[in-house]
């Protein structure tokens, strides 16, 4: 199959873009690269559109990373002539933006790392063709390529950024962490609250960020990989399968993975065997000591969580599962997949 790929390329190895291009050439697709924001941030938007429009002929698909600055004229020319869209989208707000939903009805096959009801809530509000739930893959490759970073010289590490849109598991979480002395952050989250003191430092804190603050590519690698504990908890807590793809960064360097529990994780690991979860801070108190004495234990889990990532959870597995749905309208791939038309 020839693609056109318009995403977000300027970013790091872990970006989403940059893994979904390595799954649809592992799974035998012809890949052009338009980094849509690039060209537009250069040329304008409508240049952008247009070169979108020529470079569409001859391919099959249109495969979309987020897409917010194009709009439902383009799709449906790009439709009329043949080309099927697809679009793949992972964030998670309170309300589906309005631009997403203004593409939707020109999108064949929508992709969500949300299921349920809030995949259900796009599908019925955008009118796509397909929509369908994937969960944020691996890339194997990184593993080996960083696989000299030192493991476990720190004992918990919390990663992420501060903003208000968080939900009170988060908070608990955050504000738990800070009175200990074991934890690390990186990314600012122990500055996430609702207070407007607080706003403002995080203003400031986009142009002059700590030693702790943002860390990208080879540094987040880096600081997952320093954590004999990783503790994740999502913005939003209520979502089928729905979680941060921090989980998927975590468990593909090896790092024990401790997130809040959310629903459906039983569908994507055994729990117990290849991650561990946690439910309030009584829970996480008593999961943390025990974990980071029990080192055995920790490491065996992770080691399995890391081959289910790794093995399974890959980049040509999902896409492979995305083209499936493309193809043939459904895919057989993982028991967990979920498609409404």
């Not at 559109?49 to 439902?72: A, S, Y």
């Not at 999502?234 to 993975?257: K, V």
């Not at 992770?302 to 499936?324: E, F, P, R």
């Amino acid at each position: 199959m020839k693609v056109l790929h318009a995403g977000i390329f300027k970013d790091h190895e872990l970006g989403g873009d940059i893994i979904f291009e390595k799954g649809l050439k592992q799974n035998g697709c012809d890949v052009e690269r338009f980094d849509y924001r690039s060209v537009a941030l250069e040329y304008g938007t409508k240049y952008m559109l247009q070169q979108l429009v020529e470079k569409i002929d001859n391919k099959d698909i249109l495969f979309i990373g987020k897409g917010e600055q194009f709009n439902p004229q383009t799709l449906r020319t790009v439709r009329n002539r043949g080309v099927e869209v697809v679009l793949w989208y992972g964030d998670m707000l309170p309300e589906p933006a309005p631009w997403l939903i203004n593409l939707l009805p020109e999108v064949d096959f929508f992709f969500m790392s949300s299921g349920g009801d809030a995949l259900r809530e796009y599908f019925v509000k955008g009118s796509p063709r397909m929509a369908a739930y994937y969960f944020n893959p691996s890339d194997p490759e990184l593993s080996d390529k960083y696989s000299s970073i030192p493991r476990c010289t720190r004992d918990v590490v919390f990663t992420g950024t501060s903003h208000g849109l968080v939900g009170t598991e988060r908070l608990q979480t955050v504000n738990y962490l800070k009175t200990r002395t074991d934890v690390t952050f990186f990314g600012g989250a122990e500055r996430t609250t609702d207070n407007s003191r607080n706003r403002i430092i995080r203003f400031l804190g986009r142009y002059f960020k700590s030693k702790s603050d943002w860390v990208r590519g080879q540094e987040y690698i880096a600081a997952i990989k320093s954590a004999s504990i990783g503790v994740g908890v999502n913005a939003f807590q209520n979502i089928p399968r729905y979680t941060s793809d921090r989980l998927s960064h975590y468990l593909t360097f090896g790092t024990f993975y401790l997130p809040w529990r959310f629903p459906g994780i039983e569908e994507l690991f055994e729990v117990g065997k290849e991650i561990v979860s946690f439910t309030g801070i009584e829970d996480l108190d008593s999961k943390l000591t025990y974990y980071l004495n029990e080192q055995g234990e920790r490491e065996a889990i992770a080691a399995a969580g890391q081959q289910k990532m790794l093995h399974q959870y890959n980049c040509k597995n999902i896409v492979g599962m995305m083209l499936d749905i493309v193809k043939t309208g459904t895919s057989d791939r993982f028991s967990w997949v979920e498609i409404l038309s």
